[in-house]
């Protein structure tokens, strides 16, 4: 059974930078959108981004300018780079598989992040 | 505000039966995907396609669609129901997905 395993740093100032990490362990990494959600405090999801199995990014229209996501299908791991964080982006970060039927079927745990001075 | 539109929250006694819906545009052109979020926990989808439930969701989960509005339907609510729940698709411009707001849906 697939599994998503996250880690990254929780505590931020603002400017500086979040960089997030998700595992993908017990299944192919070929072949699937490997997508980054987040959810503020008491908020909705909120989709970020993904790549997609032909290599492209897509991102967030809002966050563009901020955002990178890239893939080592060698460790079967994605990233997500969010630069120049502020108190707005304080939320839960899951990482998550988009299956080509239509859905995200795996998520990892989530990552609490917060932006505070 | 979200592209997709869902009611804020829900509330149906225990056995009767709810529906979910989320409207957009994008929905004439693409599926619905499904989540349920319980507190403190990732989501876990629920439906997907048209209609099709992911092996392990009970049967009395069920998905359709509409022209604008795809719909959760939940025959015979459980208090295990009781959690949060979105709905999944594109942008109006198709290229990027989207989310819900999110439905609140209380068993009482």
């Known amino acids: 059974q697939v599994q998503l395993q996250q880690w990254g740093a929780g505590l931020l100032k603002p400017s500086e930078t979040l960089s997030l990490t998700c595992g993908v362990h017990?299944?192919?990494?070929?072949?699937?959108?490997w997508s980054w959600i987040r959810q503020p405090p008491g908020g909705g999801l909120e989709w970020l981004g993904e790549f997609d199995h032909s290599g492209t990014p897509n991102y967030h229209p809002s966050l563009k300018s901020r955002l990178t996501i890239s893939v080592d299908s060698s460790k079967s791991q994605f990233s997500l780079i969010l630069s120049s964080v502020t108190a707005a982006d304080t939320a839960v970060y899951y990482c998550?598989?988009?299956?080509?039927?239509?859905?995200?079927?795996?998520w990892g745990h989530g990552t609490v992040v917060t932006v505070s001075s | 505000s979200s592209e997709l539109t869902q009611d804020p929250a829900v509330s149906v006694a225990s056995g009767q039966t709810v529906k979910i819906t989320c409207q957009g545009d994008?929905?004439?052109?693409?599926?619905a995907s499904w989540y349920q979020q319980k507190p403190g926990q990732a989501p876990v989808f629920v439906m997907y396609g048209r209609s099709t439930r992911p092996s392990g969701v009970p049967d009395r989960f069920s998905g359709s669609s509409s022209g604008n509005t795809a719909s959760l339907t939940i025959t015979g609510a459980q208090a295990e129901d009781e959690a949060d729940y979105y709905c999944?698709?594109?942008?109006?411009?198709?290229?990027?997905?989207?989310f819900g707001g999110g439905t609140r849906l209380t068993v009482l």
């Open positions: 999944c698709s594109r942008d109006s411009s198709g290229t990027h997905r989207v």
């Open positions: 994008s929905l004439t052109t693409y599926h």
């Open positions: 017990g299944g192919s990494f070929s072949g699937f959108h």
């Open positions: 998550a598989r988009f299956w080509r039927v239509g859905a995200f079927d795996v």
